[in-house]
């Protein structure tokens, strides 16, 4: 009789497992077919570092915005743009103070949270805020869930991408990566487009 129970208790979970992979897969289908397209800016580096065998390993620029990199980047920037040293300090004392607030602002969000961004007329998206929950969007607008927020970046669950073997070089061209975003901004990395807008095929 306990062998019995045990058996039941075993097949029973396996039928919920079953069940909520079938409808994951479901959801995937639906946003990909449903979702909002969203071209994303791959981070400035040099793509045969993302290489690894069969899949690349992707890097956002929206995921750097207000990050402490970016900071000091910025910073940089302000600083040189001046001919003055008086007003290469303003400068850098105001970047400073901006990127600051940012990284702030980011920290108060936590680990987990939403990115809201603006889609151009391109369908490339830009970054507007982040945010701990999804709020009203206006035209145009799309909520990207991310996971892993640190001063330096976070991610969104599209960080890998796979290709057949052999076919690496092509994909170093890759300038954004295109996504499908739902509702609840669960994102989908569809395929990588070139400076050109194309999808690389």
């Known amino acids: 009789m306990k062998q019995s129970k045990t058996t039941i208790i075993i097949i029973a979970t396996l039928v919920v497992v079953l069940l909520l992979f079938v409808k994951a897969v479901m959801n995937k289908e639906n946003t990909i077919k449903e979702g909002k397209f969203v071209l994303l800016e791959l981070a400035p580096v040099d793509p045969r570092s993302l290489m690894q065998g069969d899949y690349m ?22 600083f040189f743009a001046n001919d003055s040293i008086g007003n290469n300090s303003i400068a850098l004392d105001e970047a400073i103070a901006l990127q600051e607030k940012k990284i702030k602002e980011s920290k108060e969000i936590g680990v987990r949270g939403y990115v809201l961004l603006d889609i151009d007329a391109n369908q490339v998206g830009h970054y507007i805020k982040m945010t701990d929950q999804i709020g009203e969007i206006k035209e145009g607008q799309v909520y990207i869930k991310f996971f892993n927020n640190t001063d330096w970046s976070y991610n969104i669950g599209a960080e890998s991408f796979f290709f057949q073997e052999g076919e690496a070089e092509k994909y170093e061209k890759a300038k954004y990566g295109g996504l499908r ?19 690389i095929k």
């Open 181 to 199: 975003v739902d509702d609840k901004g669960n994102s989908i990395l569809i395929g990588m487009y070139d400076e050109s807008l194309q999808l």
């Open 57 to 78: 390993e992707l890097n956002y620029a929206i995921t750097r915005e207000g990050r402490s990199w970016q900071a000091v980047q910025v910073a940089t920037e302000a």
